[in-house]
């Protein structure tokens, strides 16, 4: 905003002052543009329409920049000077922040994608016991999303209905019992009619042979 032709007639430290601050203006500038347009290519797919809307983007960083440094006059007091440089200030620093955050997603992308993959894609259930204290419970209600508190009832049982169970458990296995019993005795009549008929066809061969020595005899 300084005229050239004043600029050319002062010292030339005043030169060198001046094109410091026109420089800053530039570069900063510059990197509003470079930051716009890495953000805004993760939008859109056309880089024509990305580059226009990065270039102004940039234009307007460059105005703001240069309306601040503009606006600072060294003839005020120190504190009219910091009451008008205040706004400003905070101006300057929301710029600022917004020109780095692209280029912060672009510098730590490998470790932000990293991340994103081990992150679950779908609702995951964690159990956690209802026995834990109640700051552990604070912090876990913090960071799950959504919690969902499930609650089992407890059922008391009478002690008739304790007793009840254990008799009908008791009859239970009286009757296994017997039925295992009852299927030894079967097994051991089983071998007593085996042994029975076992000794009946022993006689009848010892017959067998008697009959044929009869019919041998007589033949002769």
């Known amino acids: 905003g300084a005229s050239g032709e004043i600029i050319n007639l002062c010292p030339e430290f005043e030169k060198i002052k001046y094109a410091s601050i026109g420089a800053t203006i530039f570069f900063?500038?510059?990197?509003?543009?470079?930051?716009?347009?890495?953000?805004?290519?993760?939008?859109?797919?056309?880089?024509?329409?990305?580059f226009f809307l990065a270039l102004f983007w940039g234009i307007i960083i460059f105005n703001l920049d240069r309306y601040i440094v503009q606006s600072?006059?060294?003839?005020?007091?120190?504190?009219?000077?910091?009451?008008?440089?205040?706004?400003?200030?905070i101006l300057a620093v929301l710029v600022a922040i917004i020109i780095s955050k692209p280029l912060e997603v672009k510098l730590f992308e490998d470790e932000i994608n990293a991340l994103m993959l081990?992150?679950?894609?779908?609702?995951?259930?964690?159990?956690?016991?209802?026995?834990?204290?109640?700051?552990?419970?604070?912090?876990?209600?913090?960071?799950?999303?959504?919690?969902?508190?499930?609650?089992?009832?407890?059922?008391?049982?009478?002690?008739?209905?304790?007793?009840?169970?254990?008799?009908?458990?008791?009859?239970g296995v009286g009757e296994i019992a017997e039925n295992i019993s009852g299927v030894s005795t079967a097994a051991s009549e089983t071998?007593?009619?085996?042994?029975?008929?076992?000794?009946?066809?022993?006689?009848?061969?010892?017959l067998a042979v008697d009959l044929q020595g009869l019919v041998t005899k007589f033949k002769i």
């Open 118 to 171: 081990d992150m679950p894609l779908r609702r995951q259930t964690l159990l956690f016991s209802a026995t834990y204290p109640e700051k552990v419970d604070a912090m876990m209600s913090s960071v799950l999303n959504q919690p969902s508190h499930v609650e089992v009832e407890e059922q008391n049982a009478t002690t008739n209905e304790m007793s009840r169970n254990v008799a009908e458990a008791a009859k």
């Open 191 to 206: 071998t007593q009619g085996s042994s029975q008929t076992r000794d009946a066809a022993n006689e009848l061969s010892k």
């Open 72 to 89: 600072l006059r060294s003839g005020d007091s120190t504190q009219q000077s910091l009451l008008i440089s205040l706004p400003r200030i």
């Open 28 to 50: 900063t500038s510059l990197l509003a543009f470079i930051s716009s347009f890495y953000g805004l290519s993760q939008i859109f797919e056309s880089y024509v329409l990305v």
